[in-house]
Structure formats: structure tokens, C-alpha cells
């Protein structure tokens, strides 16, 4: 048994603080998927959930900023690579805010596991990146699952809501491409707050055409949006700084444990049989991904 102290040891504690953050953080992100679906169910308009959402992330990543980049975070080279990142992210993230208006949490949630599928498929034709054979085919597998939760039964597919949820994926896989692009020569923090500040700015500009007036308690909700967004982006990024990715992402797969519960605490939903095989066959799909890129990682290292 290694001691504590020595190396072993520390990489223990490290990995267990790495996942106690990763799960932590998907908690967050599952109660503010339940919120926007709650906000949007009693009338609140996408783009103002989305305002509210980015303003005020700004305060715990406001902290964040201030502690490592400062004033130096609006410096960047890359403006119209900014750019690109925030369209394709915000529409993202309205694609998965108006998918949770017509899908269960948990199957919206379920949908959102494709992105990783995707970024694989998008990483050879937009970054140059050689997929071999195995991802190819793991891809491949997870888009079956894809087709097993849609269930392509006219009487049950909610197409509008399934569209908009891949939508959704596909356009977060797009943003993690051009993060992984623009990164090369850009700061984290910097990436982070040109994103944060477009997406305000967009959920602000919509205003004028039609906000709704929020009860307190929407209202509290709504800014509950932003700091559990913003708290929850902070909690991803330090549990890759102290665990190693291989460690912590496989637990991006319990937000649908988290999912499950609330949807079934809050709206009473019953996941369906399908729903969760097809979730399984997607998250299997993502974790052998995972696994063969770390593997090919460790090849180059040694």
C-alpha cells in the first residue's frame, strides 16, 4: 500500500477531487437544464432565459477572470475567431434551451451525449486530424444510438424536439472544435469571457421584442441560471486541472442519473425503456472514443 505522501498517493486524492468536482458540476448543470425547461414551460422567451444565463455567469466568472487573466482577458489576436466561437456556441446553446421546451429532461440530456460524436466526425474535415478506423466505427455505433432514443416511429418521435436537441450537440461539438482551434494562441479565460459577453449581448438585443415580466421567483430563478452556469463552467475546468481527463470524464455521463431524478421529482416524468439503451449505446460510444484518444496520447509521450 503506497503511503500517504508519496506520489501514488497524492495522485489518488487528486483523482477523487478531480471527480468530486466533475460530478458536482454536472448536478449544477442538470438543476440549470431543469430551470430553463421550468422557466420556459411558464412563458419566459429563449433569448431572455439566455440573457440571463450569460449576465450573470459573470459573477463567479468575473472572480475567475480577475484571479488569472485580469484586464489582460479582452487582449486577443483572434477577434474574428471569437467570433465564430460565439455564433456557433450560442446557437448551441438556443438549440438546447428550446429543445428542453418540447423533450423530457432526461431525454434532452440524453441527446446532448452526441456532441463528443460529433466533434470526432468534425475534427478530420475542420482540423485535419486523422480518425482511424476504431473512432470511425464508434462513431458510427453511437449514432445508432442516436436512432434507438429517436425511436423512428411516427406515433412516438418528437421531431421538432429531437431535431433541435441534435441541433444542439452538433453545434456544441462545432464550439468545442473552434475552442480547441482559436486555443493555440488564446487564452482560456479570454475565450471564456468574449463568449459569456456575446451571449448577454444577444439575450439583451432581444429584448424589445417581447420579454416577459418575471414573478420574484422566476426572477430568481432566471439569475440562478447564470450563477450555476457559471459555477458549474468554473468546477469542469478545475477538475481538469487537478485529475487527469481520462479520470474525470467518464462522470459527464451521471448528469443523466441527475436528469432522471429531477425530471421524475419536478414533472414526474418515466424515462423511457429506449430512451436510456440508446443513452447507454451513446455514452459507450463517447467512452471508447475517450479511451483510444488518451491511448494514442500516452503513445506519443512514452
Request: hydrophobic fraction near 55%.
Amino acid at each position: 500500500m503506497t503511503a500517504p505522501g508519496l506520489p501514488g498517493a497524492r495522485a489518488r486524492q487528486h483523482a477523487g477531487r478531480g471527480i468530486a468536482l466533475r460530478v458536482t458540476a454536472m448536478a449544477m448543470m442538470a438543476v440549470m437544464s431543469a430551470i430553463v425547461k421550468w422557466c420556459g414551460g411558464h412563458g419566459v422567451p429563449v433569448f431572455q432565459i439566455i440573457f440571463f444565463r450569460n449576465a450573470f455567469a459573470f459573477v463567479p466568472l468575473g472572480l475567475y477572470i480577475w484571479r488569472t487573466a485580469g484586464p489582460r482577458v479582452v487582449l486577443t489576436r483572434r477577434p474574428l475567431g471569437h467570433l465564430l466561437r460565439s455564433s456557433v456556441g450560442l446557437t448551441a446553446m438556443i438549440c438546447s434551451f428550446s429543445a428542453l421546451q418540447y423533450l423530457p429532461l432526461t431525454a434532452a440530456t440524453a441527446f446532448s451525449f452526441a456532441a463528443p460524436l460529433f466533434m470526432t466526425a468534425l475534427s478530420a474535415p475542420v482540423l485535419r486530424e486523422r480518425v482511424g478506423a476504431h473512432n470511425w466505427a464508434a462513431v458510427v455505433v453511437g449514432f445508432i444510438g442516436v436512432l434507438i432514443m429517436i425511436r423512428p416511429d411516427p406515433h412516438h418521435m418528437n421531431f421538432l424536439g429531437a431535431g433541435l436537441a441534435l441541433a444542439g450537440a452538433f453545434g456544441a461539438a462545432g464550439a468545442m472544435v473552434t475552442i480547441r482551434e482559436i486555443g493555440r494562441t488564446e487564452r482560456g479565460a479570454t475565450i471564456v469571457f468574449y463568449f459569456t459577453l456575446a451571449g448577454a449581448l444577444v439575450g439583451l438585443a432581444s429584448a424589445p421584442f417581447g420579454w416577459l415580466m418575471p414573478s420574484r421567483g422566476l426572477l430568481g430563478l432566471l439569475v440562478l441560471t447564470g450563477l450555476l452556469g457559471g459555477v458549474g463552467q468554473l468546477l469542469l475546468t478545475e477538475s481538469l486541472r487537478v485529475a487527469e481527463v481520462g479520470v474525470v470524464a467518464p462522470f459527464d455521463y451521471i448528469q443523466l442519473v441527475w436528469a432522471c431524478v429531477i425530471g421524475f421529482l419536478v414533472w414526474g416524468e418515466t424515462p423511457a425503456t429506449m430512451t436510456l439503451v440508446g443513452a447507454l449505446v451513446v455514452a459507450a460510444s463517447g467512452g471508447y472514443i475517450l479511451y483510444r484518444e488518451l491511448r494514442r496520447r500516452r503513445s506519443l509521450v512514452s
